[in-house]
């Protein structure tokens, strides 16, 4: 596992462990709302046996949403580019639907109080801003120190014709090269696809990980929730969220070109994270207050970062790249259906916001 690697799995598991220590600000600050302890023991055993399905439900469709792009579709037919349009319709549609109004809900809350920021600043809209020149950022910081260092190995990059006109960018390495008469040196070209490869792998995990954050937030309102008329509904859109989500990060995963490895570690991450939340809710069912001033913040500080990651990323590196390439630009019928596409993830995900 790289660096970069690394450090995003360190923040994901930061979050973990910061979203259960909300527990213990709940108790402290509890003026908004007293925990989800209480009722009968019956109560309780029904609402945990809703949560156990749940946990399965959603489990399942994180693993299948995620895995059908990335196993049963073709990176090179025109179906792929629908399915990335969709997949860049469902990604923008969370950002700006379901995270952008939970974390304004959250960072408005009356229980915030009206000191400053809180009463009249847009902490939403900075927190979303910050997150998504931060991810620019990055792309651009960790793309241009795997450029350099290429450049610095294998020389410099030249347009080399390839017949008709279109042209492809090679490395040049110096080699040499022997005629038949006499010894000469020459270069070897060789293709240069690497950098644009991990630009897309550096992309996706950013993605992802914008999307396990708001995963395990959804996972432990579900796990917290004290009712079984509050489950229910929560388990088909939460299941249907995940599924679309995973299609989403898929077909981002099968494109960036993972090796097998790192594509399941990917695929288990995602699956995980809603159920791993539901897990931490049903820990802390009793004592969690999730209207007291600290869960509020937290809550909403990890929202708005990941809606500002998510927008981001859906406009300018799934939406953008998907609308203005060759292939796109020259035909009609694709340009319409890739239209089509993004317009029924945006929609399809939207509706989901009416239960979920």
């Not at 009463?119 to 979303?128: E, K």
């Amino acid at each position: 596992m790289g660096r970069f690697q690394k450090t995003l799995v360190c923040a994901f598991v930061l979050c973990l462990v910061i979203l259960p220590l909300l527990v213990s600000a709940a108790e402290e600050e509890n003026e908004c709302g007293g925990s989800n302890g209480g009722g009968s023991a019956a109560a309780k055993a029904s609402v945990l046996k809703y949560k156990i399905i749940a946990f399965v439900s959603i489990l399942l469709a994180g693993v299948i949403g995620v895995s059908l792009p990335i196993f049963g579709l073709n990176s090179e037919t025109n179906i792929f580019m629908y399915v990335k349009a969709f997949a860049a319709g469902v990604i923008l549609a969370t950002g700006f639907v379901h995270i952008l109004p939970d974390a304004t809900e959250s960072l408005t809350s009356p229980c915030l109080g009206e000191e400053p920021p809180w009463g009249d600043f847009p902490m939403t809209g900075l927190v979303a801003m910050a997150a998504s020149i931060l991810t620019m950022l990055i792309e651009s910081f960790a793309s241009g120190y795997f450029n350099r260092s290429r450049s610095g190995k294998e020389g410099k990059t030249l347009p080399v014709s390839t017949g008709g006109d279109k042209e492809e960018h090679f490395q040049v390495d110096s080699a040499h090269t022997h005629a038949s008469q006499g010894h000469s040196h020459g270069s070897l070209l060789v293709p240069q696809d690497d950098h644009i490869d991990m630009r897309k792998k550096i992309v996706t995990q950013v993605l992802e990980l914008g999307i396990m954050v708001h995963s395990v937030i959804i996972g432990i309102s579900l796990g917290v929730s004290p009712s079984v008329s509050t489950i229910k509904p929560l388990i088909a859109a939460i299941t249907f969220h995940q599924l679309f989500e995973g299609f989403g990060l898929g077909g981002c995963i099968s494109e960036a070109k993972f090796k097998v490895k790192k594509i399941w570690v990917m695929l288990v991450f995602f699956a995980l994270t809603a159920p791993v939340g539901i897990g931490i809710g049903i820990g802390v069912a009793e004592t969690y207050n999730e209207n007291s001033p600290m869960a509020l913040k937290v809550s909403g500080f990890l929202n708005a970062a990941a809606a500002g990651i998510l927008i981001y990323m859906a406009l300018v590196d799934l939406v953008a790249p998907l609308f203005m390439n060759h292939k796109a630009q020259s035909s009609m019928k694709i340009q319409v259906f890739c239209s089509l596409s993004l317009v029924l993830g945006a929609g399809l995900m939207s509706l989901l916001a009416i239960w979920a």
